[in-house]
T-cell receptor, first 113, second 114 residues
């Protein structure tokens, strides 16, 4: 398997623009997680899905952030409008529903100017 | 007090040294403990996991959990330059080790000098 695939790997945008990050989980995994990593705050869980249904979005910072999982093989994280404080590395991860190892993608590095 | 505390480093040691990485935590409900390794510009990957207190060994790596002290450690013997990475501890209250409920430390940046 190719692992968790994220795109884009790097994104530089200007404040106020819409940003869409994409994720393809490992085939067969039924839990998907979006994390954000910064030096100051470390790795923070934003939202996770079980069987394509959002279970816990309490980590989403504010209404500017939204996430969808239209099917088992694709998820998006959208920021609209983006702000400089959103600059971070965003990771997607997947696992089996009943626990076990969490597999991370290589991340999307977002810079908002 | 944060739920999981981890010294960010950097920790720099010569090749061949024994490395000790540590985390403390405040939530006594945590019972499933993990160490993730993250190379530069990559995602974290699971290195080791332990359930409840005790030791677990895997090659040059030993994970140790002391629930009475709320303290976990990762030891690396005969450290190699390829061990240079950021090491994140993670823990969850759920005995199945599920990824939901997982709380990460901020990570310790380790540098092994050749």
């Amino acid at each position: 398997d190719a692992g968790v695939i994220q795109s884009p790997r790097h994104e530089v945008t200007e404040m106020g623009q819409e940003v869409t990050l994409r994720c393809k989980p490992i085939s067969g995994h039924n839990s998907l997680f979006w994390y954000r990593q910064t030096m100051m705050r470390g790795l923070e869980l934003l939202i996770y899905f079980n069987n394509n249904v959002p279970i816990d979005d309490s980590g989403m910072p504010e209404d500017r952030f939204s996430a969808k999982m239209p099917n088992a093989s694709f998820s998006t994280l959208k920021i609209q409008p983006s702000e400089p404080r959103d600059s971070a590395v965003y990771f997607c991860a997947s696992s089996f529903l009943d626990g076990g190892e969490l597999f991370f993608g290589e991340g999307s590095r977002l810079t908002v100017l | 007090q944060k739920e999981v505390e981890q010294d960010p480093g950097p920790l720099s040691v010569p090749e061949g040294a024994i490395v000790s990485l540590n985390c403390t935590y405040s939530n006594s409900a945590f019972q499933y403990f993990m160490w993730y390794r993250q190379y530069s510009r990559k995602g974290p990957e699971l290195l080791m996991y332990t359930y409840s207190s005790g030791n677990k060994e895997d090659g040059r790596f030993t994970a140790q959990v002391d629930k009475s002290s709320k303290y976990i450690s990762l030891f690396i013997r005969d450290s190699q330059p390829s061990d240079s990475a950021t090491y994140l501890c993670a823990m969850t209250p759920y005995s199945g080790g599920g990824a939901d409920g997982l709380t990460f430390g901020k990570g310790t940046h380790l540098i092994i000098q050749p």
